[in-house]
């Protein structure tokens, strides 16, 4: 499998359509991942926990792949992420306003899976709208 399916298929299947079967054949069993909200997972388990907690927090939450580089192993794509505030995430309860902001997610690549992820979302813009005054 390619890099660039890697990551593509990783996004449509893992996150935005929440398959757990697609993690376990897309991400290595190694694999060390930081997402934006500052969670460290090592392990597929630990990460299928942490999208489950995104989850909880964003129940239609999407990641949309904007642009995507490759190089070698290596893969950075560019997102904008999206979705409802339905549960408690960093702090803040439920409003159910929209929410959307951008990231930066870095990939390494080995035996045609994700091993390492880095995520980087613009957290304050994420906040910022958690803070707005719920939709009425």
Known sequence: MENEE??????AEVWN???RDSAYELLHPEL???GSLGRRTQGVPEFLDYVAEVRAAFPDFHNQ???LALD???AIARLT?????RGDVLGFSPTG?????SGIAWFTCRAERLVDGFVLGDVDALRSQLA???VA
């Open 6 to 11: 890697l990551v593509t298929r990783f996004y």
């Open 17 to 19: 359509a929440w398959n």
């Open 32 to 34: 060390t991942f930081r």
């Open 65 to 67: 792949v904007d642009d």
């Open 72 to 74: 070698g192993p290596r």
């Open 81 to 85: 992420y999206s979705g409802t505030h």
């Open 97 to 101: 306003n929209r929410i959307r902001y």
């Open 132 to 134: 707005a005054p719920p």
